[in-house]
């Protein structure tokens, strides 16, 4: 479903929203990631729960008849007690105060028959659809039989749209489809920082290793006004630069691929940004001796584990002139104190320009979110993306199969890529 032109061979525009749409008796199908933690038989986190109830709310009050369906880790066709969404219609029931009819199946007779049963308002949640191995295959024979049970399909679960899976991709193709109200939150909020954002746009780019990230990297080089590199990730840009990094996380086989992405960064008018100083210890543990020193200096026995005080304040400067940023990965490794300094303190500054109004900031990934939340920031920030997989191939300008089959392609005059 990828080709060289990605997003930007969709119009954003033509997808189709329930606004005004009478739902009312409709059984409506509701493609929703509830793929979330669960310990001792209990969901842990209902973050991703929590991004689709005002779908479910919103189709209630208007008398839809709600069947919810989602995948839920690997089962990879074969039942499990561990991978039931049982707890998970535990929790909505707790969530939305209302009955929720959990089905032990999502297709067959009495799935149907199940569903025929509920009325006006109410909200019946299916077994996991990776039960059955049509589901990853976007098998049409399984995509059939989940249509069969709905007379409206809604997909509010942008995380899976780089999946074409049956209940993401193929049951669109068979009934009327519409995107649900987090799936047009986060594709507004990806547009605004990446399609058509307000300029200047910074974008932050940290993690491990430049071999993760080569594609997203590319593309933002050529969209961007600047591109922060953090993490590992700046070891390996500053090592292609001519500078030894000491025992830093660095990757040199990629010293071309980096220069490369300089390259056109360079020919796009998009500034690299790199730290000027760094954190180093001996070790990446807890309690560990650190010190500050320029990256021209980093001891050959030593790490760099986080950026330091002078690149921060350039880095806050730099921001300071920013319209919009868009951030995914950490500058460096905060998951051990002291090394989340330098993501905390332009965390903190990006989320104080957000709530005076002057800053767009959107952030996805697992560890942006967790380390804005340890910077007690994140609610400050304009969206956070709970997306993983699909908010890095967007980025990466790939077409994603859940959004180009509710919208159609993208004219000359308006394209959704600028």
């Not at 995948?71 to 029931?93: D, W």
């Not at 996380?249 to 990629?254: K, Y």
Request: charged share 20%.
């Amino acid at each position: 479903m990828t080709n060289d032109n990605g997003m930007a061979d969709i119009d954003l525009a033509t997808i189709k929203t329930l606004d005004g749409f009478d739902v009312a008796g409709k059984r409506v199908l509701v493609r929703a990631d509830l793929n979330v933690p669960v310990e001792a038989g209990a969901v842990a986190d209902a973050t991703r729960i929590e991004r689709v109830l005002p779908t479910i709310d919103a189709l209630r009050k208007r008398g839809a008849r709600v069947v919810l369906m989602s995948h839920f880790g690997r089962p990879k066709g074969e039942r499990s007690p561990e991978t039931s969404l049982k707890p998970v219609a535990v929790k909505l029931k707790e969530l939305l105060s209302a009955d929720v009819l959990f089905l032990d199946d999502c297709v067959g007779p009495n799935v149907e028959a199940g569903i025929a049963a509920i009325n006006d308002g109410d909200v019946a949640l299916l077994e996991n659809l990776r039960y059955h191995a049509g589901e990853t295959k976007n098998d049409i024979g399984f995509a059939k039989q989940l249509a069969a049970l709905g007379d409206i399909y809604v997909d509010d679960a942008f995380s899976c749209s780089h999946r074409a899976h049956a209940s993401v991709e193929a049951i669109a193709r068979l009934m009327p489809a519409y995107a649900g109200m987090a799936m047009m939150a986060e594709i507004n909020a990806l547009s605004a920082a990446l399609e058509d954002p307000k300029r200047p746009v910074m974008a932050v780019v940290g993690g491990a290793k430049v071999s993760t990230k080569i594609e997203v990297l590319t593309n933002l080089a050529q969209r961007m006004d600047m591109i922060v590199v953090g993490g590992g990730m700046a070891n390996t840009f500053l090592f292609a630069d001519g500078i030894d990094v000491g025992k830093s996380l660095c990757e040199p086989d990629f010293v071309t691929t980096v220069k490369e992405i300089t390259e056109k960064a360079k020919a796009s008018g998009c500034e690299i940004v790199l730290p000027v100083d760094v954190v180093v210890a001996n070790s990446l543990a807890e309690g560990v001796k650190s010190s500050v020193c320029g990256v021209d200096d980093i001891p050959a026995d030593a790490m760099a584990l986080d950026q330091g005080p002078k690149s921060v304040a350039m880095l806050k400067d730099k921001l300071a002139g920013a319209k919009t940023i868009l951030w995914n990965g950490p500058l460096g490794a905060f998951e051990i104190a002291p090394f989340g300094e330098a993501t905390y303190a332009l965390a903190h500054e990006a989320g104080e320009q957000s709530k005076a109004g002057t800053l767009i900031s959107v952030a996805g990934g697992g560890d942006t979110v967790r380390a804005l939340n340890m910077a007690g920031v994140a609610e400050d920030f304009t969206y956070i993306s709970t997306a993983g997989g699909a908010f890095l191939e967007w980025l990466a300008g790939k077409k994603l199969p859940g959004i180009a089959v509710l919208a159609g392609p993208a004219s000359p005059s308006h394209s959704a890529v600028a």
